[in-house]
């Protein structure tokens, strides 16, 4: 794992393509021996170049400002400058994707870890363990594939500091809604990259102003659900779970599809969570729980696709709309990436196409009489 890539040299006429630059990347932790432990892991992929290792926010911040990495590896807990504030000023200077590398059996650190999502970092990844460690390979694996995911992120928008503050005042609707097949019985969410953020603006602007459950699925790292259930709890003043097989959903609860389990809802509208097959390759899957909410509800919700990589729940949400439920897929200019609100824009799938707040007004104007 030297990072060093050998190319064939082609000219003009050859029919290969060009190859592919290698992904550069700056490793931020306060410990050699975990840079070295990511470098290792890092750059046995070839298509990975480490171009530097630094022990502390404040030398990311001088690094970045004279030499542009692809995908910025950040731990949070440092000295002279923590990731966090690390994090805070790269966005607002050179903004390009982050990912934090944190552990989850540290429950300060989770919270941190959501705290650094406020500031603009778009991935988490589970710090990997020592050779020898059961969980050691996949953790490696799974770090590799999220720096290489989060390199093809072309830009990275940073919060403003009225978003990452949460809402401070009632965003209505410009035009009246209204709910085309009878009263909204369930809100249903899905984001991917770069939605906890988006999903705490939303919760927000909906204290003491949803009246259904709220059901999300959210792509993350295993091991972080925990952690941003807990501060969400911390930002809003509605009720946030990890929902459990069987459970009858409550008005104004706001419940999460578990790792690694798809959750849909049975024929009396009870939670039901499944080890079915993954669907777009992901597990739990924002197309499960749109298709199980249209086969117990009909019409008589509300879909939302926020921000993430791929097309998971796009084509699900243009049934929904066919079914005459509500549908809104977040914006371009808000999200960090238009993967999936951008597949359901493209199938006609969305009946609004709105920022955050703007959800969040939609969805109180949807579920007031419900």
């Known amino acids: 794992g030297t990072g060093i890539r050998r190319y064939k040299m082609t000219d003009s006429r050859s029919p290969f393509p060009a190859p592919r630059s290698p992904i550069k990347v700056l490793i931020v932790d306060d410990s050699a021996a975990v840079r070295l432990h990511l470098w290792n892991i890092l750059e046995s992929d070839p298509d990975i170049h480490i171009i530097g290792t630094v022990g502390n926010g404040e030398e990311a911040v001088r690094f970045v400002e004279n030499r542009r990495p692809d995908v910025i590896t950040m731990d949070i807990d440092m000295p002279k400058m923590n990731g966090l504030e690390?994090?805070?000023?790269?966005?607002?200077?050179?903004?390009?994707?982050?990912?934090?590398?944190?552990?989850?059996?540290?429950?300060?650190?989770?919270?941190?870890?959501?705290?650094?999502?406020?500031?603009?970092?778009?991935?988490?990844?589970?710090?990997?363990?020592?050779?020898?460690?059961?969980?050691?390979?996949?953790?490696?694996?799974?770090?590799?594939?999220?720096?290489?995911?989060?390199?093809?992120?072309?830009?990275?928008?940073?919060?403003?500091?009225?978003?990452?503050?949460?809402?401070?005042?009632?965003?209505?609707?410009?035009?009246?809604?209204?709910?085309?097949?009878?009263?909204?019985?369930?809100?249903?969410?899905?984001?991917?990259?770069?939605?906890?953020?988006?999903?705490?603006?939303?919760?927000?602007?909906?204290t003491?102003?949803?009246?259904?459950?709220?059901?999300?699925?959210?792509?993350?790292?295993?091991?972080?659900?925990?952690?941003?259930?807990?501060?969400?709890?911390?930002?809003?003043?509605?009720?946030?779970?990890?929902?459990?097989?069987?459970?009858?959903?409550?008005?104004?609860?706001?419940?999460?599809?578990?790792?690694?389990?798809?959750?849909?809802?049975?024929?009396?509208?009870?939670i039901e969570l499944s080890k079915a097959l993954p669907e777009n390759a992901l597990r739990p899957s924002v197309s499960y729980l749109f298709r199980s909410t249209i086969n117990a509800f009909d019409g008589d919700s509300v879909g939302v696709l926020l921000t993430g990589m791929g097309k998971d729940g796009a084509e699900e949400l243009r049934h929904m709309k066919e079914k005459g439920a509500t549908t809104i897929a977040q914006d371009e200019e808000s999200s960090v990436v238009f993967g999936m609100p951008g597949e359901a824009v493209r199938l006609g799938a969305a009946t609004h196409i709105l920022p955050p707040e703007k959800i969040a007004a939609v969805i109180r104007s949807l579920t007031k009489e419900s």
């Open 86 to 206: 690390a994090i805070r000023r790269i966005m607002e200077t050179h903004p390009l994707p982050i990912v934090v590398v944190s552990a989850t059996f540290d429950k300060n650190d989770l919270e941190k870890t959501f705290l650094a999502m406020d500031a603009g970092a778009i991935a988490v990844s589970n710090k990997p363990l020592g050779e020898g460690h059961p969980d050691s390979e996949k953790a490696a694996r799974d770090l590799v594939q999220t720096v290489k995911a989060m390199s093809e992120v072309k830009m990275v928008k940073r919060w403003t500091s009225a978003r990452k503050s949460g809402i401070t005042h009632i965003i209505e609707p410009e035009e009246p809604l209204v709910q085309a097949s009878g009263k909204v019985k369930l809100v249903v969410i899905g984001a991917s990259t770069g939605g906890p953020p988006v999903i705490k603006t939303i919760l927000s602007g909906l």
């Open 208 to 270: 003491n102003g949803l009246h259904v459950p709220l059901l999300v699925v959210q792509h993350i790292a295993k091991g972080f659900l925990e952690g941003m259930v807990e501060w969400l709890n911390h930002t809003t003043d509605l009720p946030v779970h990890i929902a459990m097989h069987k459970e009858r959903l409550m008005p104004g609860h706001v419940y999460f599809a578990p790792d690694d389990y798809h959750m849909g809802l049975n024929s009396s509208g009870r």
